[in-house]
C-alpha cells in the first residue's frame, strides 16, 4: 500500500479504527511492530525492499535511476522455482522501465475504468486515472487462470497516495489528515476485498500473505507535509504484517 504510515493503523496504536481488515490479518499473523523503509520516496524505498540492499548499494538515488539487471529479485528465485508470476501496480516509479519487472511473468498496470461520478465528485484533486479496485479486478483474473498452481502475486496500491476515499469510508472528518483516515480504511476494504477473493477461491489458508508499505506521510510534525523531503518516523515508520 503505497504512502501507508504504520502510525495511522488501529493495529500500530491509532486510537481511530481505521484498519479492521489489517488488524485481523495482524492479530491472526506475525506484526513487525517496527519496520523502516529505507526512504520516503517510492523507486528509492522499493529498489531495497526488492534487493534486501541499502540505496547506495542498488544505486536507485535520483529520478533516471534503475534497479541493477545483476539484482537478484524476489520474483526471479520464485519464478525459476516454478511459480507463476505477476505484478499489478499504478505508480510509475515501479514501472518496467526502472528495471522492477525482472523475474515477472506479467508485469503490468491494469487498464483503468472511469471512475463513478460520486467518487469523482468526492474526490476533485485526484489526477492519477482509476482506482485500486482496477488492480483487484486483473488480480481476480490471474488468480481464475493460475489459483491452483504455486504463485507470487505482487499489488502495488495507490488510493492511499491520492487520499481516494469514498461515501462508505467518509468518516473522520474534512481536514487534510481525516481525509488520509479515510483513505486508509477506504484501502482495507480493497484489500478485505482481495482476501475475500482468496477465501472464495479457497486459497486464503494456503497463501503466505505480507502487507507493506514503501514509505509514510508525514502531517507537520516537524513542519513537512507530505513524503520524499525526509527520512524521519513519520515518513518512514511503516507496517510490516506477515499472515
Given at each position: 500500500t503505497d504512502t501507508l504510515r504504520a502510525g495511522r493503523l488501529h493495529s500500530y496504536g491509532?486510537?481511530?479504527?481505521?484498519?479492521?481488515?489489517?488488524?485481523?490479518?495482524?492479530?491472526?499473523?506475525v506484526r513487525f511492530a517496527r519496520h523502516l523503509a529505507q526512504s520516503s520516496?517510492?523507486?528509492?524505498?522499493m529498489a531495497s525492499l526488492w534487493t534486501?540492499?541499502?540505496?547506495?548499494?542498488?544505486?536507485?538515488?535520483?529520478?533516471?535511476?534503475?534497479a541493477p539487471e545483476g539484482a537478484k529479485m524476489p520474483a526471479?528465485?520464485?519464478?525459476?522455482?516454478?511459480f507463476r508470476t505477476a505484478g499489478l501496480w499504478r505508480n510509475g516509479w515501479v514501472a518496467p522501465t526502472f528495471g522492477f519487472a525482472q523475474g515477472?511473468?506479467?508485469?503490468?498496470?491494469?487498464?483503468?475504468?472511469?471512475?463513478?461520478?460520486?467518487?469523482?465528485?468526492?474526490?476533485?484533486?485526484?489526477?492519477?486515472?482509476?482506482t485500486d479496485n482496477d488492480v483487484i479486478d486483473?488480480?481476480?483474473?490471474?488468480?481464475?487462470?493460475?489459483?491452483?498452481?504455486?504463485?507470487?502475486l505482487y499489488v502495488h496500491l495507490m488510493d492511499v497516495h491520492q487520499y481516494l476515499y469514498d461515501t462508505k469510508s467518509a468518516v473522520f472528518g474534512a481536514t487534510y489528515s481525516d481525509i488520509y483516515d479515510n483513505s486508509v480504511l477506504h484501502t482495507d476494504g480493497v484489500i478485505g476485498r482481495l482476501l475475500t477473493i482468496f477465501a472464495e477461491q479457497g486459497l486464503l489458508q494456503k497463501t503466505i500473505v505480507i502487507l507493506a508499505a514503501d514509505h509514510g506521510e508525514a502531517f507537520g510534525e516537524r513542519g513537512?507535509?507530505?513524503?520524499?523531503?525526509?527520512?524521519?518516523?513519520?515518513?518512514?515508520d511503516i507496517p510490516l504484517i506477515l499472515s
Open positions: 491509532y486510537e481511530r479504527e481505521t484498519s479492521p481488515t489489517y488488524d485481523y490479518m495482524a492479530e491472526t499473523g520516496w517510492t523507486k528509492c524505498s534486501g540492499m541499502y540505496p547506495q548499494r542498488t544505486g536507485v538515488l535520483r529520478t533516471p535511476h534503475a526471479e528465485i520464485l519464478r525459476d522455482a516454478g515477472f511473468e506479467v508485469y503490468e498496470r491494469p487498464t483503468p475504468k472511469a471512475m463513478s461520478r460520486n467518487l469523482r465528485v468526492e474526490n476533485p484533486n485526484i489526477t492519477l486515472e482509476g486483473a488480480a481476480e483474473e490471474f488468480l481464475r487462470v493460475h489459483g491452483r498452481e504455486r504463485f507470487f513537512i507535509e507530505g513524503h520524499a523531503r525526509e527520512v524521519d518516523l513519520e515518513e518512514t
